[in-house]
């Protein structure tokens, strides 16, 4: 007897009875109903409804700690009718902000954006239209003036389109680029003239999604529905011919700051030079970086190193000094030395580093400046009309400390620097670590975009001015005055920026005549791959130290160090030779893409004390006050404490205008530590995460930099009074986004959960809802997801629900049968049939009859059929169009489209050739960019079912994967007392070396999950020892009527018997992974085979062989089956008959003769025989039979004593090798 209740499992009362329902939420019918007997029924009566206790009627268990919720109708409600004015999950759009406001900036901004901030920075360019120094003739001065970039539109060409934007949807199905046009602003003058102005067209340039050039932006959940896209589209990435790419951020050094290193590469620049320098990163508004190392040298010189165009130039840093201000020795040495004259190490070196210095004769600025320009003067392209001291101060500008615009900042700068060193040097300063967090920062997609359009906006000047000097070279009239000339040389002249940054995007390659001041020159962007949505997001929160990193021997950059906590996530990083190198960001940190309003912080700094700049110089007892790399002034160590403290009171209470993101890093003076001082950052590309400050209990927003030298709690109940300044506002924050969904992670041995980081992104799984108008390679889609029982807060603050990942499985622990040995897992037959685990993969073929045709030539070839003849059994498969029947299945040779070639007048048909078999989804028609053409393209989209096979892979969220071994009958598959059989059952051996706790508990938390109906938290760092999660979820089983361990005794499906064990069962979230057996099975009999080493090639796409190698052979001579070594490396691979010399040994020298009539060819051996010449001078008698004549008319005598052996062919390679080396190889041949 048992009463149905609208909720899914819920527990009912009656006098004598407690009923439980459990219903298999993946089939929607009860798994059975579980009568335990609480009481004494002694009438039909009593079976009436009955409250007890606590009242049961309602979800049995209600906690506040508890915060996960199925949200089943609000979800479906949601599904239905999308949001009308914001986004469900506004932290996906957090996910992707560094991607989307670092390209907003390159528009946006009080200076009309990065872009407009770059061509001002690129500056004019000067022409003369002669070529004689003595009479330059007309000067022609010519620049960008500024940049547009527009939004993505249909172009001109198409006279048909109604609605002239361009969406991304569309691109995607017809393969295509989402770019919009680049405008400049082209202004030229002649002889200082009147300003001429034309309006250049720089190309198509791809456009990221949702950006302020987008059409998607600002657009509400339906409206993005309505445009084919995801209700919760990120954007933050390209889409170019139809694939998305991402630009990956890189980790660089912290910009502005001096950074004291040892390195023993610096020792390689010459003789006396050291493994001791300081080294900033300069970078300019506009987001491009200049890079200035100072050297020491053995003798106590410094040496000021940069790199222009890819050279490297050393100059004396002392002369630097003296270009930058009017200024001398004694003004540097107290600069540098200041009251610390008892410093006889700093003060002899200086007095050499001038001393030295006086070999140039350079006394004033003028002299310096000119004397740079004049070395300077052809590396920099400077025309004859500029002087020598002009070019001296255009060295100045784009190469020293090119982020502070005012000579007299860069030279307080680099006596800081010099100081820096010297301490370094003496060992009263330990060097700082370029692999910390604290020295680094992250260069976003869209800054990296900004600065190649750029340098290929400077590029298309040169390619102007070389236009121009090859006219004048050939003696073509050249008149600046003419607007026509100019027209012709704008038109000769590669406008094509947009095809250039293409180029960038479809291959991550950079091809720059700079660098840009990167270590590396390739691997820049990535396919954003929607395998899964884990997949998908972790893509936006990928941090990647540099490929130059990743050819390193060294592990230290690799390392996990303390102070990335809250910044990159300490698990979520691949397994192999990527680990450590490819990190990913804590899902609460995020990266500055606008520069904060500093201007404030000097008056804050006064009202607190601080001396200017210019008043104080460096001294042992003085703190130096750094602001975005710039000296603002001076304080004690004591004070600049104080100052720390303050500013930061300020800021959180938004008092005196100071920005809430300011990052205030104190570093104390300290034996051999850190170089101390105050360093404030306000500008772009930070690392921030959030904090609370508990002497105000609000939010702090700390940089990486200040938290070396903060004190912060992880929770509360560390607080200790007077130390902590700081708390978490959850211990998860250390965590990415997809480490925050392991389930009880803080259980599990870390190598587990970064496995389960790399699998859930690698699972098949929900890429997306709107499939239909997607055009992929390759899709998979699980048909079967559910929501898990089991799951973290952030699974729905994320909306991980509209893209389920796996399904909820009983699973029993348990060695049942030989088939769960080691990873392997047997499944449930009746489960599998229910769809268990049940995928599909969608595929993609583009078909263009326009391949074979020149551009302007007429189309000869037309999609449908011909009035020829061709076979009936086409239209099986195709309808009159000549395109597939949707819906029908379609196996390898079958026709996929059929077309009628005119020059031929056949009619031909394009086939399936994948070996699997596969039904039309979709076939869809693709149109030119004009619109008016007949269609050439199509593109044809194959489902291939997928059921889970024997060999397909699945994995728990804890990185317990294994193969399916064995699809097992239900009936005899174990049963629980209350008739539940599981799903899934597993070898109890994975656990002990694993240490996967986290399993345990979740099979607990999903068992009391399904029995009271709701869903479990899992959050990490919920329970404690004293809260454990055994009892916690002990007690949810116990209340049900279920053993409080999770344990059940159950009964063997085969003899009914009940097994002497209780076995752990419980319910547990399973994935398929893409690991599939279609995919990746390898079989052949014979095939294409190397034409070297006449071995089979390999590789399942070419038809290739599995290779037995050593350790295969190994394995074989082990288990004593020797003998099939000699089928698997011989018979089976390069098996080969060749003839053998018995008397010389010779593989090599052996040939067939010439026929001779009535007799057949023979072999031979050249080496052995003699020319028959000889044996006529010796007057010899030779029998006739004997004499055999080779293919070039020479007659031989001897060398009959050959014979055939079966050997490798590879072995007759290798003779041929080591013969060529001058290497004879002898085989001795045993006698018949």
Known sequence: MRKRSENPSEVYGYRGFLFVSVWNIRTRVPFAIDYLLIGHVTSH???????????????????????????????????????????????LADAVAPHVGSFNALTEGADGGLLNLAVKDIGTKTIFDSNDETRLGNKLKIRVDSVQLARPSVPPTDKLSVNRKTFPSECRERMSTYRGKLLMKVVWSVNDGEEVSEV???????????????????????????????????????????????????????????????RPSFGNRGASYT??????????????????????????????RFSWR???????????????????????????????????????????????????????????????????????????????????????????????????DKFRLLLFSIRKLYTLVAGDCAPDNPDATQHQEVLLGGFLYGMIIKEKIEEYLQNIKMQISSDIGRGVRVNFNDRKYMSRVFMRTNENIGQKLQYFLSTGNLVSQSGLDLQQVSGYTVVAEKINFYRFISHFRMVHRGSFFAELKTTTVRKLLPESWGFLCPVHTPDGSPCGLLNHLA????????????????????????????????????????????????????????????????????????????????????????????????????????????????????????????????????????????????????????????????FNQSPRNMYQCQMGKQTMGTPGVALVHRSDNKLYRLQTGQTPIVK?????????????????????????????????????????????????VYKVEKVDLSLSRRRGDPITQHFGFGSDEWPETWKEKLDDDGLPLIGVKVEEGDPIVAYFDETLGKTKIKTYHSSEPAYIEEVKLLADDTGDSECQQITIKYRVTRAPLIGDKFSSRHGQKGVCSRKWPTVDMPYSESGIQPDVIINPHAFPSRMTIGMFVESLAGKAGALHGIAQDSTPWKFSEDDTPADFFGEQL????????????????????????????????????????????????????????????????????????????????????????????LNSSDYAQTPI??????????????????????????????????????????????IWEDGSGTKFVGGADTTTVAIPFVLKYLDSELTAMGIKMRYNVAPL
């Not at 909820?808 to 489960?831: C, F, H, L, P, R």
């Not at 018995?1142 to 052996?1150: D, E, F, P």
């Not at 009539?1157 to 051996?1165: F, H, N, P, R, Y």
């Open 45 to 91: 009566d009593q079976l009436a409804p009955h409250p007890i206790e606590n009242d049961f009627r309602f979800p049995i268990f209600q906690s506040p700690t508890m915060g996960a919720q199925f949200r089943t109708l609000e979800r479906e409600k949601r599904f239905q009718n999308p949001p009308k004015d914001k986004s469900a999950y506004p932290l």
């Open 200 to 262: 250049r067209d720089g190309g198509q340039v791809p456009i990221m999604l949702k950006s302020n050039r987008c059409h998607l932006e600002k657009l509400s959940p339906d409206e993005l529905v309505a445009q084919k896209e995801e209700s919760d589209e990120l954007g933050g990435y390209f889409i170019v011919n139809g694939i998305e790419k991402l630009v990956r951020m890189l980790i660089v050094q912290r910009r502005n700051h001096p950074m004291a290193l040892i």
């Open 275 to 304: 493994k001791f320098g300081v080294q900033i990163r300069c970078v300019r508004p506009d987001q491009t970086s200049q890079t200035n190392v100072l050297h020491y040298l053995k003798d106590g010189n410094v040496t000021f």
């Open 310 to 408: 890819k050279n490297e130039y050393l100059v004396p840093v002392v002369m630097v000094l003296k270009a930058l201000v009017e200024t001398n020795d004694r003004e540097i040495f107290d600069g540098i030395v200041a009251a610390d004259t008892s410093n006889s190490f700093l003060t002899d070196r200086l007095e050499l580093l001038l001393r030295t210095y006086k070999q140039y004769n350079l006394h004033s600025q003028k002299s310096t400046l000119a004397y740079l320009g004049d070395k300077f003067r052809v590396a920099f392209g400077a025309t004859p009309d500029v002087s020598d001291i002009d070019v001296g101060r255009e060295v100045l500008k784009r190469i020293v400390l090119v982020h502070l615009p005012d000579n007299a």
């Open 587 to 746: 899902h609460k940190c995020q990266i500055a893409t606008k520069a904060s309003d500093v201007s404030a912080v000097p008056a804050a700094l006064a009202r607190l004390g601080v001396s200017p700049a210019h008043t104080f110089a460096a001294g042992p007892g003085l703190c130096c006050v750094h602001l975005d790399g710039k000296i603002v002034g001076w304080t004690s160590h004591e004070q600049g404490r104080i100052v720390a403290d303050s500013l930061r009171l300020w800021k959180v209470q938004g008092l005196h205008n100071l920005p809430k993101d300011l990052e205030i890093g104190y570093v104390p003076p300290s034996s051999k530590g850190q170089y101390p001082g105050l360093y404030l950052f306000g500008g772009h590309s930070r690392m921030m995460r959030p904090a609370k400050y508990l002497p105000l209990d609000k939010e702090d927003i700390l940089g990486p930099f200040e938290q070396v030298y903060m004190n912060i709690a992880v929770t509360p109940a560390e607080i200790e009074e007077n130390v902590h300044t700081h708390v978490e506002f959850a211990p998860t924050n250390i965590l990415s986004i997809l480490a925050n969904l392991t389930p009880f992670s803080d």
């Open 792 to 840: 973290a807060n952030l699974y729905d603050d994320y909306g991980m629900d509209n893209f389920p990942n796996g399904m909820n499985a009983v699973v029993a622990v348990i060695s049942y049968t030989g088939y769960d040995m080691d990873d392997a897992m047997i499944i449930n037959k009746s489960a599998d049939e229910r769809g268990f685990g049940y995928g599909t």
């Open 1038 to 1129: 116990k209340l049900a009527g279920y053993n409080y361990h999770g344990n059940e005794p159950m009964y063997s499906g085969v003899t009914g018997e009940e097994l002497r064990a209780d076995i752990y069962i419980g319910v547990v979230y399973y994935q398929r992974l893409r690991h599939m057996v279609n995919d990746k099975f390898q079989v052949r009999s014979t095939g294409p085979v190397n034409s070297l080493t006449m071995q089979p090639v390999k590789g399942r796409k070419r038809h290739g062989g599995i290779r037995v190698g050593e350790m295969e052979r190994d394995a074989l001579i082990g288990h004593g089956t020797a003998y099939l070594l000699q089928d698997r490396l």
């Open 1141 to 1186: 010399c018995r008397s010389c040994g010779s593989l090599l020298n052996t040939q067939m003769s010439v026929p001779r009539i009535g007799s057949l060819a023979s072999v031979k051996c050249r080496s052995c025989a003699d020319k028959l010449e000889t044996y006529i001078k010796k007057g010899e008698y030779v029998n006739e039979a004997d």
